[in-house]
């Protein structure tokens, strides 16, 4: 999710300066163009959807984890595309004080990357708590496929 979040966000930059210098023709940047929301948007709610209904330790069904991963999804996309005119505008600054502004705008969207993430988590958790009631305890899907087996052979 990592990549395609960060070709996202610096693919049309990188390919506006790699086409001239390679000679390559203008189609490689209008067809990334074209593919970067529809590829993207798939990407991350596939992995959004995946983490958030393996990685608890409740059990749950996959419709009540799709209003938390639907708000992550959307609000990603709408830092990832804030940080990327960020970048556009005034990130490409080669003073001190550019550089340091990069960094410190890369930080906090780590940090707000983080915190969507774990509110969406708590949507889910209050959207499964309304419909089944108090979350059961279970050991977690990801333990059942890895841990089991491990555990076994002590």
Known sequence: ???VLLS???????????VPVIGLDDTWLQ??????????LVAVVT???I????LPNVKTKLRYVLPGALFSVVTL???????????RYFGTRYSSYGTIGT?????????LS??????GALINAMVGEYYLGRPRHARGKVYDLVGHDRHELK
Not at 114 to 119: H, K, S
């Open 77 to 87: 996309l709408a830092v990832s595309q804030l940080f990327t005119l960020y970048m």
């Open 103 to 111: 960094v410190m705008v890369l930080m906090l969207w780590l940090d």
């Open 31 to 40: 067809t990334f163009n074209d593919w970067r929301w529809p590829v993207t």
């Open 51 to 54: 983490v958030d209904y393996a």
């Open 47 to 49: 992995v959004i959807i």
């Open 1 to 3: 999710m990592g990549a």
């Open 8 to 18: 996202f966000t610096f693919g049309s930059q990188f390919l506006e300066w790699l």
């Open 114 to 119: 983080a915190m969507l993430l774990i509110i």
